[in-house]
């Protein structure tokens, strides 16, 4: 079975300051992918970026960047110069590459952006 | 247009009730799926389908049902709803082919309150 877990409820970060969310999962699958979605105040789900378990280089997109250890099974997001906009919840979350394909997120972190 | 919506956007219903949530979706994607997303805690998969005679349960099936009328839509059922379903509800499609990293689609969200 997959498990994803944050362990920071809660984030605060002044306005155009970098912030690292904490992802860690754990699985027995040889091949899945890890992604990060942002959900603000109005509840969508937004898909911020994506990296899969054989990718080398760590995913960017834009000022987001994936901090992608395997050893450590760790997926931490990076926010480069926040902005008052990244208020929101994140999640983190794992797909396995065969069978069902469903996602297994994380409880999420809130971010508070200050100005 | 949205890729995916879902109706009703907000319900109140009573005990006892049966209610219907719809998804639609034009992206042409084989692959949907139901989530329940409860206050501080990450998305759960209620239901799957990889198309219209393929239908199964995730982890937290019990007191749903779903129907696949079409590829293009998944409804989710409350046979007889209660107070502890009461939750955000988010319809994702996927594509099965080409589209890697098969990433999923959410739409905007069903909040249910049962009273």
């Known amino acids: 079975a997959q498990k994803i877990t944050q362990t920071q409820p809660g984030m605060f970060v002044q306005e155009k300051e970098a912030v690292t969310l904490d992802c860690t999962y754990d699985t027995s699958d040889q091949s899945y992918g890890l992604f990060w979605y942002k959900q603000p105040s109005s509840g969508e789900m937004i898909f911020l970026i994506y990296?899969?378990?054989?990718?080398?280089q760590n995913a960017t997109e834009g000022r987001y960047s994936l901090n992608f250890q395997k050893a450590r099974k760790s997926a931490n997001l990076v926010i480069s110069a926040s902005q008052l906009g990244d208020s929101a919840m994140y999640f983190c979350a794992m797909r396995e590459d065969t069978g069902r394909r469903a996602l297994t997120f994380g409880s999420g972190t809130r971010l508070q952006v200050q100005p | 247009d949205a890729d995916v919506t879902q109706t009703p956007r907000n319900r109140i219903t009573k005990t006892g009730k049966r209610i219907m949530l719809e998804c639609s979706q034009t992206k042409g994607h084989d692959r949907m799926y139901w989530y329940r997303q409860d206050p501080g805690l990450g998305l759960r998969l209620i239901y799957y389908?990889?198309?219209?005679?393929?239908?199964n349960k995730g982890e937290i099936s019990d007191g749903y049902s779903v129907s696949r009328q079409a590829q293009a839509k998944f409804s989710l059922s409350l046979e007889s709803a209660i107070p502890n379903q009461t939750a955000l509800y988010f319809c994702?499609?996927?594509?099965?082919?080409?589209?890697?990293?098969?990433?999923?689609?959410f739409g905007p969200g069903t909040r249910l309150t049962v009273t």
């Open positions: 389908s990889f198309d219209v005679k393929d239908i």
């Open positions: 994702a499609t996927s594509e099965t082919t080409g589209g890697y990293p098969y990433e999923q689609y």
């Open positions: 990296q899969g378990s054989y990718d080398e």
